[in-house]
Each structure stands twice: as structure tokens, then as C-alpha cells.
């Protein structure tokens, strides 16, 4: 897997029963605690790994500090949280580089493993598979309100406990049960994601808005102008590849909100939806069914209230 279907992340075949996963990624502060930025960012840069159904084994920190205006403490806090989500994922922090930056920016390059045919990628969706979702979406939104001050206490230690969720345990269940196609849910935003999914796999798609699990004060904030530039930018490039019913534009935005951290995209044969759900189940995660691949096409995405 190279760069031609824009995946997740670079898998590199070594024998028949083995191949390396590579990926990295690398941001500024979404949260003020300089501990739960560094296992967010963590959080994040593991997810590649997962999406492709692949097992993390190393990471190297990537960091850009401020070491003239902010104490080395802070850093040590985020190195922690990163250290700290990373050991929960079973992988190992071997080093790193940093560098003396006007802002921060911390995050993980990272080597995992897979059997190169049990490879999960972002394409090789069919007509009839069903869309299935792992976290709820309207992280940007929530993290957008952060910066300007409008978010509430509740919704920010809801928002950093969705973040710092790692989706192995949904990336086992995918595994287990068998599915076409997989990604995770990250800047491009729900609809952004899923495009590359059915462009890709040359189909077409349909969502429920009313399905998709947004979190609760994302959906007063987008209207109080809570809104990144990413989302704006994904925003501007999906109105022409998606076609809207019953929806209102701040939906609309909500759904191509950027993410950080988030849930798994699965698409999986009709008959195995059961099976996925109630594997996701055994693991505490609550999946939302929010559509279906319709038929043959050219990536276009319908969504309906």
C-alpha cells in the first residue's frame, strides 16, 4: 500500500506471513492540559495503524517546544500522556527528535505489523455493505469551542475522553468478524473520510443523519460560529459531491466536521453486521449503523435527515 488510495498508512510487505504499517502525525494543542494533549496526539497517530487492521509496536516521538516561554514541565507532561496512551496500545516509545518551536506541536511516528492478507484498506467497498461508525462525531466543533472559550466543563472532559479512546479494541472486532473496507475518522471529517472510501472503491453511498451520533453540545456550538478552518475547507470541497436532503446546512457542517481522534468507518457485508455489532458490543463500544453502500458509481454520497 503506497499513496495511490490515499490510505491511512504505507504497508510494506517483508514475507508472505508479514509486512510493516508506517504512518505519522503530528498537531498543535487541541485541550489546555498539556497531559491529555500528549495522549490525544498519541490516540491519533495510533489510530492509523488500527484502520488498516494492523498491530503498533514502535513509535518515536516527533516535537516542536517552546522552550524560551513555556516551562519544561509542560513538555514532560506531554511526553507522559503520549508515553502513557502509547503503553496502553502494547507498543513502545524508542526515542525521537525534537525541535525549538514558537508552538507546540507533539505527535508520533509509528511502525506497526500486519499479515499482509488481513490488510484492512480505505477501498474495496461493495453495493450492500452496511456504513458502520465507532465514536461520535463534532470533536472539531467541541475543540473549535475550546479556543473560543464557549465550551462547557462537561462537554470538554466528554470531548477528551472520546479523543483519548484507542480504537484497537474496534480494529480487533473488524478483524475478527471480516469487513471490506475500513478508515478512521480524522481531518476530513465523516463525509470527507467516507468519499475516499466510495470514490475509491468506485460506489456510491447513502447516510442517515438522524444515525450518526454527534456529540450533544457540538450541535448548539456549531451555531454559536464554532467552526475550523479545516471544517470550512472540507465543507467547501464536499457540497458538490454530496448531495443533501432534509438537512440543514449546520448538519451539513457537522458532518464534514475535521476530527481528531476519532471512530472507525467500517463497511461491511449485510450479513455480517450482526456479527460486527455484537463484537463491538463485547468490547464496550456502542457502533452506529448510519447507512449503506447503495450501488456501483462514482463516489457520490446522498445524505438524508
Known sequence: MGTSTVDDA??????????????????TPVVDDPYHYGAISAANALSDIYAMGAKPLLALNIVGFPRGKLPMSVLEQILRGGSDKTTEAG????????????????????????????IVKNVGALPGDQLVLTKPIGIGIITTGIKQEKTSTAAIDEVIA?????????????????????????????????????????????????????????????????????????????????TFLGVD?????????????????????????????????????EPAHIGAITDGGDGRIEVVR
Not at 10 to 27: G, I, K, N, S
Not at 181 to 207: N, P, Q
Not at 279 to 285: C, D, E, G, P, S
Open 91 to 118: 507498543a513502545i516509545i524508542a526515542g525521537g527528535h525534537s525541535i525549538d518551536d514558537p508552538e507546540p506541536k507533539y505527535g508520533l511516528a509509528v511502525t506497526g505489523v500486519v499479515r499482509p492478507d488481513r
Open 10 to 27: 504505507a504497508v510494506y510487505r517483508l514475507t508472505d506471513e508479514l509486512a510493516l504499517v508506517q504512518t505519522v502525525d503530528v498537531f
Open 249 to 285: 446546512e449546520f448538519d451539513e457542517i457537522i458532518l464534514c466536521d475535521a476530527q481528531t481522534s476519532g471512530g472507525l468507518l467500517i463497511a461491511v457485508a449485510a450479513d455480517r453486521l450482526d456479527a460486527l455489532t455484537a463484537a463491538l458490543h463485547q468490547r464496550t463500544i
Open 162 to 242: 472520546v479523543m483519548e479512546r484507542l480504537n484497537r479494541a474496534a480494529s480487533e472486532a473488524m478483524i475478527e468478524v471480516g469487513v471490506h473496507a475500513a478508515t478512521d475518522v480524522t481531518g476530513f471529517g465523516l463525509l470527507g473520510h467516507l468519499h475516499e472510501m466510495t470514490s475509491g472503491s468506485r460506489v456510491t453511498a447513502r447516510i442517515s443523519f438522524a444515525r450518526v451520533p454527534v456529540l450533544e453540545e457540538a450541535r448548539s456550538l456549531v451555531r454559536r460560529g464554532a467552526i475550523a478552518g479545516g471544517t470550512s475547507r472540507n465543507y467547501e470541497y464536499l457540497r458538490p459531491r454530496v
